[in-house]
T-cell receptor, first 112, second 111 residues
Framework: DTAVSQTPKYLVTQMGNDKSIKCEQN?????MYWYKQDSKKFLKIMFSYNNKELIINETVPNRFSPKSPDKAHLNLHINSLELGDSAVYFC???????????FGSGTRLTVV | SQQGEEDPQALSIQEGENATMNCSYKTSINNLQWYRQNSGRGLVHLILIRSNEREKHSGRLRVTLDTSKKSSSLLITASRAADTASYFC???????????FGQGTTLQVKP
């Protein structure tokens, strides 16, 4: 019954690998987001999708590619992982832009 | 770019005391929101205040917004050990179409 669920919770991988993080929401929200939280807890938006359409694409390396097969899912694929990609990645959703977000519990990515 | 600046960065109080956190921002906004993050968890939405509102209450939380000073405060009254967490302000602007978070205030409430 979790509202926004992300998998996996932890991900440890070697540099150069490709990995994916999955996100699903069962709230019926139209908009989904990916945020990156660094070691200083600073949260930065990466992508936003509204009804499967990409609406925000921040200055993120093109090694990061979001995919939204339907409005309840937003996955994040990362190619050629680098040490600097180590962070906690949060998925979130909202009914409309700028309203209260519901966050997933995060995926802690460690690149070694 | 970071929109919100929070003050203080860290706050330590005794249970029962009030905790006040401040947030300043730079550009015009539609609303300002406060979130709590417990260690190792996701963010939880606490309260949203619109740009035409000055004050809002939710339980032990009181939020004020001063758009002329581009600042907001979050007051937690009668704090409890369970309030120990990081608190983030976030500003929503139709100009940017996104919610931008401040760097957060880490609150420790000692029992």
């Amino acid at each position: 019954d979790t509202a926004v669920s992300q998998t996996p919770k932890y991900l440890v991988t070697q540099m150069g690998n490709d990995k994916s993080i999955k996100c699903e929401q069962n709230l019926g929200h139209d908009t989904m987001y990916w945020y990156k939280q660094d070691s200083k807890k600073f949260l930065k938006i990466m992508f936003s999708y509204n009804n499967k359409e990409l609406i925000i694409n921040e200055t993120v390396p093109n090694r990061f590619s979001p995919k939204s097969p339907d409005k309840a899912h937003l996955n994040l694929h990362i190619n050629s992982l680098e040490l600097g990609d180590s962070a906690v990645y949060f998925c979130a959703s909202s009914q409309r832009d700028l309203y209260g977000y519901t966050f997933g519990s995060g995926t802690r990515l460690t690149v070694v | 770019s970071q929109q919100g600046e929070e003050d203080p960065q860290a706050l330590s109080i005794q249970e029962g005391e009030n905790a006040t956190m401040n947030c300043s921002y730079k550009t015009s906004i539609n609303n300002l929101q406060w979130y709590r993050q417990n260690s190792g968890r996701g963010l939880v939405h606490l309260i949203l205040i619109r740009s035409n509102e000055r004050e809002k209450h939710s339980g032990r939380l009181r939020v004020t917004l001063d758009t002329s000073k581009k600042s907001s405060s979050l007051l937690i009254t009668a704090s409890r050990a369970a309030d120990t967490a990081s608190y983030f302000c976030a500003t929503g602007s139709s100009n940017t179409g996104k919610l931008i978070f401040g760097q957060g205030t880490t609150l420790q409430v000692k029992p």
